[in-house]
């Protein structure tokens, strides 16, 4: 169901009979996965959070409402702040379809390829900020995987590659894009699999815009948010993930004069923010005044896991190329709904930084 086409006064007086609390607001919430309404009760101004799956969520990369929920159900007691579930509603006469309540995380996200909040536009909140983020990722890996059996799926890095490369596929050939350089990323990643890897609590899509920053300095992650993509996996991909968005003095700029000369004149906004993430990376902050290299992220990960980042150039183009599969499919879908798209000078982008990955051009 759409967002204006909730029933709100039938959600309210849901709410405040499994509450026990009077319904004083509802706010409809931006959201593409899902459908998202913030409650306040008498007591609280956005006291609870109610999300439903949208049409979007419908696709091999996201576990369902309900898994979800026993997902947080599985946090409540460990060191991640994840918002807490407090219902779960099967009756499709409220809302007409599942949701879940769950309690409000305050404070503010920042999206990918935004600027930080103001108050942390310093060398120390920089540096700060990195550190939250990947000690916060560092605590999500921490977690002991037994209450999450039978509620995530396990995966193993090699199958996951398999499944990168099928979804490239089947959007390449939809789309009718040409990615040699992807094609060559998957050979090399079957042929440079680590021998052995962990397996624990992944969150899927864990950057900045997923989580909330507290109001005031210093930075202070508030909330861990989105676990529709939660798994049992390799958690070094993940870091890999996380460093792919950062990027560090004397990184190339890999296809980005080709990027403008053949896009430029087309899509010259979507060439500028391409520009922009080779500059500073798709974190705006990542290589700024005290901003930490990707290398102290690395060592500070370690240090909280006691999980080397060895085999580092295979757990970064893993990630790379995940990313690269999603993007290349969210532009497939555009292309055959006859949808406008300006994705291409990005997915250039993306395929050519994760082959230098691959190619040792890109230093941990």
Do not use: K
Request: aromatic share 8%; glycine share 8%.
């Amino acid at each position: 169901m759409t967002a204006d086409a909730l029933p709100l006064a039938d959600l309210e007086a849901y709410l405040a009979d499994e509450l026990g609390a009077r319904v004083t607001d509802t706010e409809v919430l931006d959201g593409a996965l899902n459908t998202m309404v913030a409650v306040s009760t008498e007591s609280t101004e956005h006291a609870y959070v109610v999300r439903q799956a949208s049409d979007m969520r419908d696709s091999g990369l996201f576990i369902d409402l309900d898994r979800e929920y026993r997902v947080l159900a599985a946090l409540t007691d460990t060191d991640v702040p994840a918002p807490a579930p407090v219902v779960y509603c099967e009756d499709e006469s409220v809302l007409g379809d599942p949701f879940a309540v769950t309690t409000y995380r305050e404070g503010e996200p920042v999206s990918v390829g935004s600027s930080l909040p103001e108050r942390f536009q310093t060398p120390a909140g920089r540096r700060a900020v990195g550190e939250a983020l990947v000690d916060t990722l560092a605590d999500v890996h921490s977690v002991p995987t037994d209450p999450f059996e039978g509620v995530c799926e396990r995966y193993e890095p090699l199958e996951q590659v398999e499944q990168f490369a099928d979804r490239l596929d089947r959007a390449t050939d939809a789309s009718g894009r040409d990615v040699p350089e992807l094609r060559r990323v998957v050979d090399w990643l079957r042929e440079h699999a680590p021998p052995e890897h962990e397996t624990r609590l992944t969150h899927g899509d864990f950057n900045s815009g997923n989580v909330c920053f507290a109001d005031g300095t210093p930075p202070e992650i508030t909330g861990v948010l989105d676990w529709e993509t939660a798994a049992l996996g390799e958690p070094r991909t993940e870091l890999g993930y996380l460093l792919f968005y950062w990027r560090d003095d004397g990184d190339p700029t890999p296809g980005l004069d080709a990027i403008r000369a053949r896009y430029g004149d087309d899509h010259p906004d979507a060439v500028a923010e391409v520009a922009a993430a080779a500059e500073h990376g798709f974190y705006r902050y990542a290589n700024r005044p005290g901003s930490p290299s990707r290398r102290e992220l690395i060592e500070r990960y370690e240090a909280r896991t006691g999980l080397a980042f060895d085999h580092g150039r295979f757990y970064r183009a893993h990630a790379a190329l995940g990313l690269a599969a999603v993007w290349e499919d969210s532009h497939a879908r555009r292309v055959a709904a006859g949808e406008p798209t300006d994705w291409e000078p990005l997915l250039d982008y993306t395929a050519a930084v994760t082959a230098s990955i691959v190619d040792g051009e890109f230093e941990a």
